[in-house]
């Protein structure tokens, strides 16, 4: 919570209209002033239009209040002078410039002195390799630049859109490890599907559902309760433990109206 007894980030009713269908039906969501809070749901359920929706980067009704403010009739940029951070699905790295000039394009004018201190503090890796292209290093160091640009400008909360995507099984780890340093220093909302990562990293979580919030509470919880897990993200075999190595697990069906299946994690048949 804020000084004043509020989530940092909260959401209510939030409704997306996009060419005319109706995408988000009324997402309520809130992010603590710390620690890792996951936004899940199958595939198709509006978790990046939520979190779009709170950038302002589509067209969205409802309440978005964040540290304690109004916001959902402000544009993007606006936002983000306020202290929003934005890591993409994709990451948004420019693999022709080198890992510096990276960062450097991230610098906010009029936001002080950036945070190179803190970013090379949390990872080390970027300072050791600010002159290399960041298009030659692995999916793990470019999720640190990443999360290294959204750490840079004082931003209060960061949304990491899910940032294992596609990612080979040791590297998932390395990105964990890249998540679990940048929350020591900033409140992270995780959008992910690898539910032993959520596991290990999330405090709270809410699950979407077509489009609504369908459950909100502890990760480990709903994660403890096979029949909820099944019935909300369509696991349909064994939950991942606290020890099963994270880039093998469980993640929910990509069925969003099929019966209820198990897939490889994201990453899982990457090289």
Known sequence: ???????????????????????????????????????????????????????????????????????????????????????PEDRGIFAGLTVAENLRLAERPGAGEPAYRLVHELFPELKARAGQLAGTLS???????????TLLNGNRLIIADEPTKGLAPRVVTEVARVLERAAQAVPVLLVEQNLALVRRLAG????????????????????????????????????PSSAEPLGGSTVPSRSPGGPPRAVPAAGEAAG
């Open 1 to 87: 919570m804020t000084a004043t007894g509020e989530p940092l980030l909260a959401v209510r009713d939030l409704r997306v209209v996009i060419g005319g269908r109706h995408i988000l039906h009324g997402v309520d969501l809130d992010v603590a002033d710390g620690g890792v809070t996951a936004l899940l749901g199958r595939n198709g359920a509006g978790k990046t239009t939520t979190v779009r929706a709170v950038l302002g980067l589509v067209p969205r009704s409802g309440s978005v209040r964040f540290a304690g403010l109004e916001t959902v009739r402000l544009a993007t940029h606006t936002l983000v002078r306020r202290g929003i951070g934005y890591a």
């Open 139 to 149: 999916g793990g160091q470019q999720q640190m630049v990443a999360i290294g640009r």
């Open 204 to 239: 709270p979580c809410v699950v979407l559902a077509d489009g609504r919030t369908a459950h909100s509470g502890p990760a480990a919880e709903l994660l403890a309760d096979a029949e909820a897990s099944r019935r909300l993200l369509g696991v349909a075999r064994h939950l």
